[in-house]
């Protein structure tokens, strides 16, 4: 059989008695897409293999699908995390990473562990393949006699491997079990929280009852621009009919105007302009009319709502922002992202117009756009691959293909769009991109692994080093999650990102995202990856430097 149509029907197998294996629940609980690895190191057991070059692209492929479209899905929620709790969970990833060093110290010193050896336990518990070929360059660069001890190396990296990804899941559903989680009310509770974050919008009339404001436009009038209060219609004093009224609106003495903003924003203007008064402008006559328009065209993209002058070009008032379920107040620093539904008022040729600059095309909305997924891809490869150094550390870092694409895709998603290319996917589409591409990593990752992985591992050696590989795996996770939960409260579904963030393990966010319906471990994962992958790199490092 030609070793590409081999490779083919070797993977499609091994993936869908994986996704079997994986839907197989005990209590409620399964292996979820992890399933894949492990019957891939069965198949691989069996004898079943492939093309080497083949795998090594299918994986690599596969692991840069499955982190790009994470990054490109939740950058601004890490941005946000990383701003609320940046420190406290990259603080937990730290010490995570510190045990296991601990522990790998401990080892050498006692059981008088090879330093190489340890060396791969430490890449292999943690699932961290960059820290192997880190170790791999510092054991070479101290001497060309550790070329042969380069074996070991590898070996007990194998051999932890799978036992690492076990222990991670391992540790997810103990601290489950240990504080009797139910998974879909922490994910409820996420949720909720979200909701709080973003004070609810509501509307207000006012009559003006301020004789000092002569004929100043609502947005001169001081702190409204800070506070995303806007006013939307007007009814002259001494009129019947209700008008459009923009920041450019001036305000006078008598008149009745319908506000709209923050709670606690409105009762902070209220005073300044004038008083609350029982009338709803949207029920008064006039020619006011109200759209919700989907932003898809690039022009709008980017640029803060004052250099877009929606009020002044077209007549017309962005009343809230609408983004991911969440209503947002509006600014004029505010921006626009692509898919986000803006709140318009103005008459009806004014928003017509207002409609077309927008875009508000339901069919793009729809549709993937590859050519700016495959230039993020290329951008996050090559990032990957920049050695850069740290001081102190006498060797290159890379991201490498997890890093790199990740990275990359958090920052495209930040920037929306340059020109025509827009980095958006839709959902169902970045859900399908996401777990083909985990399911091609861990099909090929279980095949490499199941050839050597029950020799090794049935081997008296082998054993102790699975053995010591799943202490170093559980014990920090178990230990920083624990005292996660206990002191500082926090949500089982972030802990589990933050567990498989900072072991940089895709099968275990994968097992973590497949708890619920949920992106609160997949957020909690990118918040933490980028210092992990760099404190991983370096422990490897130093673990060979001192001990070999």
């Avoid at 005073?271 to 022009?299: N, S």
Wanted: aromatic share 8%.
């Amino acid at each position: 059989m030609p070793p590409v149509a081999a490779a083919i029907l070797i993977v499609t197998l091994v993936a869908v008695s994986g996704l079997v294996l994986g839907g197989i629940r005990i209590r409620g609980i399964g292996l979820g897409p992890a399933g894949v690895l492990f019957s891939g190191i069965l198949f691989g057991h069996f004898g079943a293999s492939i093309d080497h070059e083949i795998a090594d692209f299918t994986k690599e492929f596969g692991l840069i699908l499955f982190v790009f479209t994470i990054g490109l899905q939740l950058g601004p929620g890490v941005i946000e995390l990383w701003k609320k709790q940046g420190i406290l969970l990259n603080s937990m990833a730290l010490s995570i990473v510190v045990q296991a060093v601990v522990l790998i110290c401990i080892f050498v010193t006692v059981l008088e562990l090879p330093a190489l050896t340890s060396a791969g336990l430490f890449s292999g518990a943690t699932t961290n393949t960059p820290s192997l070929g880190a170790a791999e360059q510092a054991a070479l660069s101290l001497s060309e006699d550790n070329r042969g001890g380069i074996g070991s190396l590898a070996s007990a990296y194998a051999v932890a491997y799978p036992g690492g990804i076990l222990g991670i899941i391992a540790s997810m559903l103990l601290i489950r079990r240990i504080f009797g989680v139910d998974v879909n009310e922490e994910a409820a509770k996420i949720k909720q929280q979200e909701k709080q974050d973003y004070e609810p919008i509501e509307r207000r009339s006012i009559v003006i009852d301020n004789p000092h404001l002569g004929s100043v436009p609502f947005g001169k009038i001081p702190g409204v621009e800070e506070s995303g209060v806007r006013v939307s219609r007007i009814r002259r004093a001494g009129e019947d009919v209700v008008h459009v009224a923009t920041d450019e609106t001036e305000l006078r003495d008598g008149d009745l105007v319908q506000l709209v903003g923050p709670l606690s924003e409105l009762d902070r203007i209220e005073p300044v302009i004038g008083r609350k008064v029982d009338v709803d402008l949207m029920k008064e006559p006039g020619e006011v009319a109200y759209r919700r328009i989907l932003v898809t065209d690039p022009r709008a993209l980017r640029k803060p709502l004052r250099e877009l002058s929606l009020d002044q070009v077209f007549n017309t008032t962005v009343t809230r922002i609408i983004r991911s379920g969440v209503e947002l107040t509006v600014r004029g620093s505010s921006r626009f992202n692509y898919g986000d539904i803006a709140h318009i008022v103005g008459d009806k040729e004014s928003i017509e117009r207002a409609t077309k600059f927008l875009g508000n095309s339901g069919k793009s909305m729809k549709e993937t756009r590859f050519s700016p997924l495959f230039f993020g891809i290329a951008v996050g490869v090559v990032a990957g691959m920049i050695p850069f150094h740290l001081p102190g550390v006498p060797f290159p870092i890379r991201l490498g293909f997890a890093g790199g694409p990740l990275i990359a895709a958090i920052v495209f998603s930040l920037i929306g769009s340059i020109g025509k290319f827009v980095w958006y996917i839709p959902y169902s589409a970045n859900l399908a991109l996401r777990e083909l591409g985990i399911i091609l990593f861990l099909a090929c990752a279980g095949l490499g692994a199941g050839e050597t992985f029950f020799k090794a591992a049935l081997s008296v050696e082998g054993i102790k080093w699975m053995g010591l590989g799943i202490i170093v795996t559980m014990v920090p996770l178990l230990t920083t999650g624990i005292a996660a939960r206990v002191i500082w409260k926090q949500n089982f579904l972030t802990i589990c990102g933050v567990i498989a963030g900072s072991m940089t393990d895709p099968p275990a966010l994968a097992f973590a995202n497949s708890q619920a319906d949920s992106d609160a471990s997949s957020t909690a994962y990118a918040a933490v990856y980028p210092l992990t992958m760099i404190l991983r790199i370096i422990a490897a490092q130093a673990i060979v430097m001192m001990f070999a």
